[in-house]
């Protein structure tokens, strides 16, 4: 093994001697008795379950990817971004506006919507024209224009009726 002679080297009387090789080992877990590898064994299909959805989570991942590579620059950055949030980033803050740039964004689109609110009420206007309820003469609601409405002529006519004739009795033998 061939030593680099440095300053420090140099400046040792015996750096050949002096010199220690350290090899780093990482730590092993003990193997377990068998007993308990009959348990790993019953495991087992749950992590070859979490490796499918995993393997499909990566594939769904891939397909994103391979989907945003058809955008153009503006649209591949707002899905890369898209993306980032889905995974759990933290999405970006709001753009800055000038705040009197932002109060005459406003007002036209107050304006828009006091337009298209008297476009709603002038159609409304037109097609309620056009349509006007006629009301019957017996109209008492709902309940009622099945059975209609009793005028008072026709009760007088009836009670008249009875008045002037006098029931006969008449004796059965």
């Known amino acids: 093994m061939s030593l680099i002679m440095t300053k420090a080297a140099l400046a040792l009387k015996n750096p050949e001697s002096n010199f220690q090789f350290v090899k780093f080992e990482a730590h092993k877990a003990k193997k377990k008795p068998a007993a308990d590898s009959n348990e790993k064994s019953e495991l087992r299909p749950e992590t070859q379950h979490s490796s499918k ?3 499909l989570k ?3 991942h891939e397909v994103v990817k391979f989907g945003m590579s058809g955008f153009d620059p503006t649209k591949k950055e707002e899905a890369r971004i898209a993306l980032a949030v889905s995974l759990g980033a933290k999405p ?3 753009e800055y506006l000038n705040y009197k740039e932002l109060m005459q964004k ?3 689109e107050k304006a828009k919507e006091i337009e298209e609110k008297q476009q709603m009420r002038s159609k409304s206007v ?3 024209a056009g349509k006007k309820k006629k009301k019957g003469n017996n109209d008492v609601g709902h309940f009622l224009s099945n059975y ?3 005028n008072k002529k026709d009760l007088n006519k ?3 009726k009875g008045s002037k004739k006098k029931r006969k009795k008449s004796k059965i033998i």
Do not use: E, N
């Open 53 to 55: 959805d995993l393997d």
């Open 58 to 60: 990566k594939i769904r």
């Open 92 to 94: 970006p803050k709001k």
């Open 106 to 108: 406003r007002k036209q």
């Open 126 to 128: 037109l097609q309620t």
């Open 148 to 150: 209609g409405k009793v």
């Open 158 to 160: 009836k009670d008249d």
